[in-house]
């Protein structure tokens, strides 16, 4: 089993010598929300956070996933680098999407180097997209392993989507050594977190403000990762269509500033939508050689946070389901946080930090 910080990133440039150059990072999770920030000083015996903000994206600024205002959403980035003052930290930011493909799949056993030479073709056995449109990489995840074939962990991005994460830092005047994949970072969050989380079969749900990532995790190895077209913006707009609130009023009622009657009634809908994909995404565990279902349930994101959502989700799953706290075991500064209720805003967290923590 591979730690999670150890897996494949798309690099630009020497992204080897990342730390080597700075002490420093900065993790940047651009969402459909909010613009998050996580930055990490890595020069002593341990992590230890010293900044984290956010700010909030204009409605519809980014949908399903694409930018609709690559302008705004360069400036709210640049200006944030700007009020904070961060200067000289190694900028990591991720992409993830429909437009990338995680999959594990066999290849005859054979050296990295030759595995390298190898995996184009592997990939378009694989891939659903032209594999010359592509950015391509991956892990052998039993190297030690004396079997014919090997284990090994398939990565595919669409190449305009890498490039045009890669043009957005660039226009809001910053500069990344490395590209690193949403699943991934979240997984290297977790298990910096939970290190007991890479045992067994375990589901890492990540509801976001659109959409619900879901990654299935057995032993520690990403072995599937889907995405639900569902998020807190839903849960925001069901209170204002079937309650009459504002949209002012449903987002105090989400992010739990409001108290409202019957609101368990809408926090169960919302369970079960994610729970039917959590189901649908580990279906296939019972195919496999183990037969193990789900052990554990930890969810993150911003839709985490809706009041209710932690117990819902287990009763509807019958899984033990834990809220995921970023920081539960990585020291924060006490004066980290900038403009915001840490505490609060931990869940919406997980991804920053998992980028901050990136080793390459």
């Known amino acids: 089993m ?3 910080r150890t897996y494949t990133s798309f690099d630009e440039g020497d992204s080897m ?3 080597g150059r700075n002490k420093t990072s900065v993790g940047l999770d651009i969402g459909s929300g909010f613009v998050k920030l996580v930055q990490v000083d890595h020069s002593g015996d341990q992590p230890e956070v010293t900044r984290v903000a956010m700010r909030p994206l204009l409605p519809d600024t980014i949908v399903e996933g694409e930018i609709m205002d690559y302008a705004l959403v360069s400036d709210t980035v640049s200006s944030l680098f ?8 190694a900028v990591v930011t991720a992409v993830g999407g429909h437009d990338v493909i995680i999959k594990p799949i066999q290849m005859t056993r054979m050296k990295d180097s030759e595995a ?12 659903p997209f ?16 004396s079997g014919v074939n090997m284990e090994v962990l398939l990565v595919a991005a669409k190449r305009e989507l890498v490039d045009n994460r890669m043009a957005l830092m660039s226009d809001a005047g910053l500069s990344t050594n490395v590209i690193d994949v949403e699943a991934f970072a979240l997984h290297n969050a977790l298990e910096h977190n939970y290190p007991e989380a890479m045992q067994g079969t375990v589901a890492l749900v990540n509801i976001g403000h659109e959409v619900t990532n879901v990654n299935i995790l057995e032993g520690g190895v990403p072995i599937l990762t889907r995405d639900i077209p569902f998020g807190s913006r839903r849960v925001r707009e069901d209170l204002q269509r079937e309650r009459g609130l504002t949209a002012e009023e449903a987002e105090d009622v989400v992010q739990g500033r409001n108290e409202l009657p019957d609101l368990d009634t809408v926090v169960v809908q919302a369970a079960d939508e994610v729970g039917v994909g959590i189901e649908r995404a580990a279906a296939f565990l019972m195919t496999r050689e183990s037969g193990e279902g789900l052990g554990r349930i930890y969810i993150a994101g911003g839709g985490a946070r809706i009041p209710g959502m932690e117990q819902a989700l287990a009763n509807r799953m019958s899984v033990e389901t834990v809220l995921v706290n970023p920081f539960e075991r990585v020291p924060v500064n006490a004066s980290a ?24």
Do not use: C, T, Y
């Open 116 to 127: 390298r030479q190898a995996i184009s073709w592997e990939a378009e056995q694989h891939v």
């Open 130 to 145: 032209d594999i010359n449109s592509v950015e391509l990489d991956f892990q052998i995840l039993d190297p030690d392993g």
């Open 337 to 360: 946080a900038v403009g915001m209720d840490l505490e609060s805003a931990a869940p919406m967290l997980l991804l920053s930090l998992g980028l901050a923590l990136r080793q390459a």
């Open 82 to 89: 700007q009020d904070l003052a961060i200067k000289g930290s």
């Open 17 to 19: 010598a990342l730390f």
């Open 2 to 4: 591979f730690p999670a």
